[in-house]
């Protein structure tokens, strides 16, 4: 029986108590904790560093799935590894040379590597790609600011991304990112996601641990 992973993304928590935000999710039974690396250029706002990786790594045994939405992702791929992230995607409108970005993503040991798609970008992006990752994240909102509304034309793409790893029989995981709250997950999760990142949705409410708990019930409801 397939069960969902939650990643509670930290670009919805309070970033002057983060290693007690990570403390709480970690308890919540998080199985990634997601971090969006925002550039300022590939998309309209500045987050983080490999710095602030390096320091969840130290706080934390949850594996980091850290999300580069930055263009020129190759020029940082070992810093953040060597900061300590587990997973590391890369958006396809932003690697001229995707095969070659992803090629250096899994020559580090222990690294799984991933392609992320914003909302308009099409799945044929990944044709010649898609045998070569550990995952691919969907965008389900325009990437850039957390609390956006989910859009629901991407159930298809979801669907139709999973029948496509369904036939060429890949081990693939579906990652999916942006409006993720306890009303569609199981909707999300239904149409073949694996993974599913939510921000808002857990660190807005008052006890971030029981929010993981009830997304992950209303999943299993």
Do not use: C, W
Not at 27 to 46: E, L, R, S
Not at 73 to 81: E, H, K, M, N, Y
Not at 135 to 142: D, Q
Request: no cysteine.
């Amino acid at each position: 029986m397939r069960k969902v992973k939650i990643a509670p993304s930290i670009l919805s928590a309070n970033f002057a108590r983060l290693g007690e935000e990570v403390k709480l999710i970690e308890a919540g039974g998080a199985d990634y904790i997601h971090i969006d690396v925002m550039d300022g250029h590939f998309v309209p706002n500045i987050t983080i560093g490999p710095q602030v990786v390096k320091f969840l790594s130290k706080e934390t045994t949850v594996p980091l799935d850290v999300h580069l939405m930055i263009n020129n992702p190759d020029f940082f791929l070992d810093d953040f590894v060597a900061a300590g992230s587990n997973l590391l995607s890369v958006h396809v409108e932003a690697s001229t040379h995707l095969h070659r970005t992803i090629q250096k993503i899994k020559s580090y040991p222990n690294v799984k590597a991933g392609v992320a798609l914003n909302p308009a970008t099409a799945l044929t992006n990944l044709i010649n790609i898609l045998n070569e990752i550990d995952f691919v994240l969907i965008m389900t909102v325009n990437p850039g600011f957390g609390g956006q509304e989910f859009i629901t034309q991407m159930l298809n793409k979801i669907r139709f991304l999973k029948g496509l790893i369904k036939d060429g029989n890949l081990p693939v995981e579906i990652e999916v990112d942006g409006g993720i709250n306890i009303d569609n997950a199981k909707k999300v999760f239904d149409a073949g996601a694996d993974t599913l990142v939510a921000g808002s949705s857990i660190f807005s409410k008052s006890d971030p641990k029981k929010a993981i708990v009830d997304l992950r019930n209303a999943v299993n409801a």
